[in-house]
């Protein structure tokens, strides 16, 4: 089993950022790939970032690409997602998602990828 806990989420202005943090347990960090997904109300789960078990390797949707970064650090069981120059339309909640296929899968973008997941953290953006 994976313990997955996200925080760092808050209430921010548009354009601010935020830096959201995910701490793993139950299993060796590096044996894991990580994503993030976020699900605004009304909306379906949707796919924002992941990352290889390295962390040489990350992908984005293309609605977040160049203003969040996802990283990682093995040795604090621990993957990050920087999030700058945030809009309105980033208001959901986050979550924190652990893939046991370290190299991830083709589908990475996909939640049904993903093996266990987080509580998830609120990210509220005002106008």
């Known amino acids: 089993q994976v313990q997955l806990v996200e925080s760092g989420g808050g209430l921010v202005q548009a354009g601010g950022s935020l830096r959201l943090s995910c701490a793993a347990s139950?299993?060796?960090?590096?044996?894991?790939?990580m994503g993030w997904f976020r699900q605004a109300p009304g909306k379906e789960r949707e796919f924002v970032a992941a990352i290889r078990w390295s962390g040489g390797s990350t992908y984005y949707a293309d609605s977040v690409k160049g203003r969040f970064t996802i990283s990682r650090d093995n040795a604090k069981n621990t993957v990050y997602l920087q999030m700058n120059s945030l809009k309105p339309e980033d208001t959901a909640v986050y979550y924190c998602a652990a893939d046991l296929l370290r190299s991830l899968g083709r589908r990475y973008y996909s939640a049904d990828e993903y093996d266990y997941w987080g509580q998830g953290t609120q990210v509220t953006v005002s106008s």
């Open positions: 139950g299993r060796t960090f590096s044996s894991l790939a």
